[in-house]
């Protein structure tokens, strides 16, 4: 079955800058585009970042364009969110997702947390 799990989150200070991976299983990675998404606490959930299958469109929210960075490597089922100039507003829960034959999946989700 499809299975993402995501990891490196964390306290970071403002200004700074985290990795998020997220490992993939039980699909053909290299077929599908993968998404990041965050909710933080008392909003709606956002589309952070998506990836096209050979990673050759990105697409960012206006609200991370020209901090974070969204990259795959598909010999290795992995997907990754470099996060730099992070801002408390850029606290929340991240999710790895794909659409899989109808079907959204999500992984367990990851606290990032950008507070002095």
């Known amino acids: 079955q499809v299975r993402l799990v995501e990891s490196g989150g964390g306290l970071v200070q403002p200004g700074g800058s985290l990795r998020l991976s997220c490992a993939a299983s039980?699909?053909?990675?290299?077929?599908?585009?993968m998404q990041w998404y965050r909710r933080a606490p008392g909003k709606e959930r956002e589309l952070v970042a998506s990836?096209?299958?050979?990673?050759?469109?990105?697409n960012y929210a206006d609200s991370v364009k020209g901090r974070f960075t969204i990259s795959r490597e598909n010999a290795n089922n992995m997907v990754y969110l470099q996060m730099n100039s992070l801002k408390p507003e850029d606290t929340a829960v991240y999710y790895c997702?794909?659409?899989?034959?109808?079907?959204?999946?999500w992984g367990q989700g990851i606290q990032v947390t950008a507070s002095a």
């Open positions: 997702n794909v659409f899989v034959s109808q079907t959204n999946y």
């Open positions: 039980g699909f053909t990675f290299s077929s599908y585009s």
């Open positions: 990836i096209s299958n050979n990673a050759r469109l990105r």
